[in-house]
């Protein structure tokens, strides 16, 4: 298969790289310096999913809420989407995607019904904040008649200079499962992670939420603020999952941290026929000081 073609955006500040296979944002760089990461060795072939920037999971999660569906992350993920006319001054690109437009796509029989799916990034430059504010915005409606529970996540890849002195903060009190273990447990301070880490928090962030690079109190922090989700979800595959991930690598896995918009299982929205979800979440990059 040939090189996915990227869309670029540049205005001097923030740099973004994405790609119609998966209304895929691949990266996003501020003042040259990678906020949202991008793999090295991501498939740009079409082939896959990109490993790394923000997968949109649509209209799953991982395998589902039993655990039995494929492709993981729902087929929104690997489809093309149709790019479309921009909203206002701070959209830089847009894309929409019909449940029509995955039929005969892997994992199209078990779509929950018929929707109408658009997603926009934008770029907004506030006077005196301290970087661009990135904003995700996907919204689902169901076109259909009858009433459907669905899942979605922002899969954000946020890049750190190591995984091991990462801390997110702003799930304190928080319940959550931890997936490696299968264990559920209440979230005490910040969520630090050593090796594997994979959190689904019940919780969108009390007050949104913040990575910060190190413990140190004067690293880079990533302020997070979501809207729509229910739930966040963080993620490092740690050095054994990443080093027998073929996209990843064997040290790849310190150079990120996900961190979810989500809304999944029971947590995720029922659309009534006619009704729209908005799923989002707005990045605003507070540098070392
Ligand atoms: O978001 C966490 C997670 O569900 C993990 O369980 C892991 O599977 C990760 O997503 C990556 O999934 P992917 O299908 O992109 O390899």
Redesign the pocket.
Known sequence: MSELTPRTHDDGRSRLVAYDHGAHLASWEVDGAPVVWLSPRAVLDGSA?I?GGV?L?LPW??NGPDGTLR???GPA?TTTWRLAPTRGPDEVWAWTLAAADLAGSPGAEHLPGPFEARYAVSLTASPGAPSPTLGLLLEVRNTGDRKYRLEG?L?TYLAVPDATTAEVDGLDGAAYLD?VTGERHVQHGPVRLDGET?NVYDSPGRTGLVLRDGNTGSGRRVQLAPVGSTQT?V?N?GPERSAA?EDLGPEAWRSFV?V?A?ATGDHGPTLAPGATWALGCRFTVHPAT
């Open positions: 999913a490993r997968p999971c999660f991982a492709p993981s992350h993920r996540a899969h997936k994979d979800v993620w595959p991930m996900c979810e989500a």
